[in-house]
């Protein structure tokens, strides 16, 4: 094992799979000599040459159509968004193309694609650059999402994504890049659809995706330390597919849940998660479902109001203890 | 720099008889056969068939949705599929039923598709709008206007990637050059030196609005706008199969060998309207230009009278011929009157790659929702 950055592990698993697999190629705004906006591409171009290691203008709908495109002929294309909040400028290609190309052929084609970026708020950047819209491309039939929130995690998924021959957007965060964490030395893959039970508790169930789950972590400590409530937090990392089956497990042993995502809340994907919840699990519900989301606003910018915008610790706590 | 090769053409002459006979000597023309010859005029009036004998399935309540007719643009779709080779690709937007036909799918499934039916060529998944086949290297069949273009551009970048010799024919209406996907995948294409060739199919109307009331263009005309992506461009009169011919064999000679873009601006009309629900097609066009279209440049009677002033055909010959179109496009309806509807298990299936292959699927957990 050893320990890398969130980054270095995205990187890492590109690596692999550039080795591994010559269709692969990485197309983005500034990933290649300007050794990516956020570093994640950082030393690719050197390794892997121009030809694999692609600078694009600033056209997501051209160069991910491009991509789209590319890839019904067997490349796979592994296309990065300087920020998801990109994404709708390329929507149509995103959506229309990208998910609906092989039903409308009766399953003559596939699109093999991925599309990454860091899909997240809390930086002071604003409404138009903070978006975490998932919970769109999770709405999609045809579409795959993932949300890794560990170093562990985002390269056994990216792995996955590349893999996979289905269009898979990932969502990763900026605010995650610099975390480290443990990854093994060897090769490994998570696939798609498998939560991790990131800490086993009995009390309460806190079902979380992406930068939430570490919220949740932190909340997790003090309700044991300070409340004696021992908490479960089961971190989703695949929303689409999703792994329900851990999500019901957990609330039946818990018998409450308590969902947070950095997403606004209508609609959001805890909106899925506590249907389902009440469907399969009502009867070992003892309370009902909580769900602790962005404030319904468009991302301030004031870095005080955006610090209580997002989902923190103090208030999932306070969630949980109305319900425990 | 940019080349640009200005038909002398740009607005329709008439008489158009000389203009073929004069055409059909230019070299990607001159050393056809006759049977290649005939068979120009068989496809186009298969096209043609196809689309009349649709168009009346569709008043007799068999097809549901929309309707893209090509009737009048047949020259533009067999004579550029006549020059493709191995490694050529194709794609195009809605009116994609020539298209579709001139790469060598059959009638029945096209049929089909329009009537929802599991033989159809999506199994009954698409519909008029999204025909595809991959084995003849036509990649569809799209609904959005300019949602192909990137794709094209696409096609073009995974042939030059994979290191083959090819080019990919974007095909788009003059209603599309305004899109701003269209704008980026130009750009994209010129600047990576992608082999693809955009096909303006001008029939001079983006649904009911005349190109003068929706685009700005150079004098040259809307292919002109190439100029702005330092890209080849070039107008094609769409009347003469043979200029088709010519005009888009140098652009995908220039893509196959120097992987050089061009935008081609290929001058046509249609009789029908912009679809089927079009109910003012006579009244943002005038009865006089349809007639005009119909009696001096239809690129379908041109060539008839083509083939029988170079004694090619008879008149019994082109009749037969007619005949079979019909009878073929007949029978293409009756198939699809007594294939089956779609079981309802299919609309769960051709969702994701890996749900139609369990053997070789990697992922686990939910993917589908409903109770």
């Known amino acids: ?324 | 720099m940019t080349k640009s090769s200005v038909s002398e053409n740009t607005k329709r002459q008439k008489p158009a008889k000389a203009i073929l006979a004069k055409d059909a000597k230019s070299p990607a023309n001159a050393n056809l056969s006759s049977d290649e010859l005939i068979d120009f005029y068989s496809e186009m009036i298969r096209i043609r068939r196809f689309e009349e004998r649709s168009l009346r399935a569709y008043q007799q309540g068999r097809i549901a949705g929309f309707l893209h007719l090509y009737i009048g643009q047949e020259s533009i779709a067999v004579g550029c599929i006549s020059l493709m080779e191995e490694n050529d690709h194709v794609i195009t937007a809605y009116r994609d039923h020539g298209h579709a036909l001139a790469v060598g799918m059959s009638m029945n499934e096209c049929m089909a598709e329009l009537f929802g039916k599991s033989t159809g060529c999506s199994k009954g998944k698409g519909g008029s709008m999204h025909y595809f086949d991959p084995s003849k290297n036509y990649w569809g069949g799209h609904g959005i206007v300019a949602g192909q273009t990137p794709l094209g551009a696409g096609l073009a970048y995974g042939l030059k990637y994979q290191n083959k010799k090819g080019c990919a024919l974007c095909f788009l209406g003059d209603g599309a050059i305004n899109q701003g996907a269209f704008h980026e995948s130009l750009n994209i294409a010129s600047l990576w030196n992608l082999p693809v060739v955009y096909i303006i199919e001008n029939n001079g109307y983006s649904m009911g609005t005349s190109q003068e009331r929706s685009s700005m263009h150079p004098d040259l005309g809307l292919a002109a706008r190439a100029e702005g992506y330092s890209m080849n461009w070039g107008h094609i009169n769409g009347e003469s199969i043979f200029d088709v011919r010519e005009g888009v064999k140098n652009a995908m000679d220039l893509a196959r060998e120097e992987s050089k873009p061009s935008l081609l601006e290929i001058h046509t009309y249609r009789y029908q309207g912009h679809s089927i629900a079009d109910a003012n097609h006579k009244k943002y066009r005038t009865k006089e230009e349809i007639d005009d279209y119909r009696k001096n440049h239809d690129p379908l009677l041109l060539y008839r009278d083509y083939l029988v002033d170079a004694e090619l055909l008879t008149e019994k010959g082109l009749k037969e011929i007619d005949q079979a179109a019909k009878t073929e496009a007949e029978e293409s309806a009756k198939f699809a009157d007594e294939s089956p509807f779609p079981p309802e298990s299919d609309i769960l299936k051709d969702v994701y790659w890996e749900e139609d292959n369990p053997d070789q699927k990697l992922s686990e957990g939910r993917i589908f929702f409903n109770d």
């Open chain 1, 1 to 324: 094992m050893s320990e890398i950055s969130y980054r270095q592990a995205l990187k890492d698993a590109m690596i692999e799979e550039l080795e591994q697999d010559e269709n692969v190629v990485i197309i983005g705004e500034e990933v290649a000599q300007y050794n990516g906006a956020y570093k994640v591409t950082e030393g690719l171009l050197a390794q892997f040459g121009p030809k694999r290691i692609v600078d694009a203008p600033i056209s997501e709908a051209g160069f991910i159509g491009m991509g789209i495109g590319a890839s019904m002929l067997g490349i796979r294309p592994v296309m990065e968004l300087m920020f998801w909040s990109f994404a709708y400028v390329a929507w149509d290609q995103i959506i229309n193309n990208a998910a609906s190309v092989r039903y409308m052929s009766g399953g003559k084609i596939n699109v093999p694609i991925v599309i990454r970026g860091p899909a997240n708020g809390g930086t002071g950047v604003g409404a138009t650059h903070s978006h975490t819209p998932e919970n769109f491309i999770a709405n999609t039939p045809g579409l795959k999402v993932v949300c890794p929130t560990t170093p562990y995690d985002a390269k056994g998924l990216l792995k996955a994504a590349i893999r996979d021959n289905d269009p898979v957007y990932v969502m990763e965060s900026t605010i995650l890049y610099n975390n480290v964490g443990e990854v093994p030395e060897e090769e490994y893959v998570i696939p798609l659809g498998k939560a991790d039970v990131k800490r086993e508790g009995t009390d309460v169930s806190l079902i979380a995706h992406g930068p939430s789950v570490l919220v949740c972590l932190e909340a997790a400590e003090i309700l044991e330390s300070e409340h004696g409530i021992d908490a479960e937090v089961v971190d989703l990392r695949s929303i689409r597919p999703l792994d329900e089956q851990t999500i019901v497990d957990s609330v039946k042993k818990t018998s409450r849940a308590v969902l947070v995502e950095e997403n606004k809340p209508f609609c959001g994907v805890d909106a899925q998660i506590a249907y389902l919840i009440q469907n399969q699990a009502f009867d070992y519900l003892d309370a009902p479902v909580q769900r602790v989301s962005a404030i319904d606003a468009p991302a301030v910018y004031s870095p005080p109001l955006e610090k209580i915008q997002l989902p923190k610790s103090d208030v999932v706590i306070k969630k949980i203890l109305e319900i425990c």
